[in-house]
């Protein structure tokens, strides 16, 4: 599979860091985490292109929700390429939400609005304390290429995210803790799956099944 490539939007309010101005090296350390943590997974990501657009309504005032129409306008007038481009926007989200992403089988009715948005200040490095590894990306690519989260449905029956590799996990973790177990099933939660919503220092791992059905699911609508 050749990498996928990836137009990096670039929101802003004003020419500091603080004004969601980030640096070319903090985008490009961004794609080199993202690869490291897709690493063996067979998806290679590599940089395309980085965009610059001043707005101080989307970078200060979206919602992280796919109805805000902050977050609407902004992708259907910036998207770039198709179904297997990636396209990341940061911004300062107004509502505590650090990201989102949409699903491969959207495309093809939104395809304007596909990609990831995520909080401007989550890169390798930046300034959000417990949340600047460069994993709100790779959570919310994970989102992209067809993953739902762990805790899917949060309950300890039904298909939960799909994998049958993920123990059936019926609540979202926070911070790190030592161990979770919310469910009677054999496993314990996937406090460290990039899936979940622990700190980034937590999070570690794809399974292989998460990694199957990626596979299965871009190919399917992206590739």
């Not at 992708?75 to 990341?88: E, P, Y």
């Not at 911004?91 to 995520?118: E, H, R």
Request: one cysteine or more; a positive charge; aromatic letters at 14%.
């Amino acid at each position: 599979r050749s990498a996928i490539p990836v137009v990096w939007h670039v929101i802003y309010s004003s020419k500091t860091v603080a004004g969601g101005y980030i640096s070319n090296s903090a985008v490009k350390k961004s794609i080199s985490a993202l690869n490291a943590h897709y690493k063996g997974s067979g998806f290679g990501f590599k940089l395309k292109q980085i965009k610059r657009k001043k707005n101080t309504n989307w970078f200060k005032k979206m919602k992280g929700q796919p109805s805000d129409s902050y977050m609407v306008a902004m992708k259907n007038a910036l998207h770039t390429g198709g179904a297997n481009t990636l396209n990341v926007y940061t911004v300062d989200f107004v509502d505590n939400m650090l990201g989102w992403g949409t699903y491969p089988w959207a495309y093809k009715s939104y395809p304007k609005q596909d990609g990831v948005v995520i909080q401007y200040n989550t890169y390798p490095g930046g300034s959000l304390k417990n949340y600047n590894q460069g994993k709100i990306l790779t959570h919310e690519v994970g989102h992209w290429l067809g993953l739902y989260h762990v805790f899917e449905g949060e309950s300890c029956s039904g298909p939960g995210d799909f994998v049958a590799d993920t123990p059936q996990q019926r609540t979202k973790t926070f911070g790190c803790p030592g161990s979770k177990n919310t469910c009677p099933q054999a496993g314990v939660d996937s406090i460290h799956n990039f899936m979940d919503y622990t700190y980034d220092g937590c999070k570690t791992n794809f399974t292989k099944g998460q990694i199957t059905r990626a596979v299965q699911r871009s190919n399917a609508h992206r590739f």
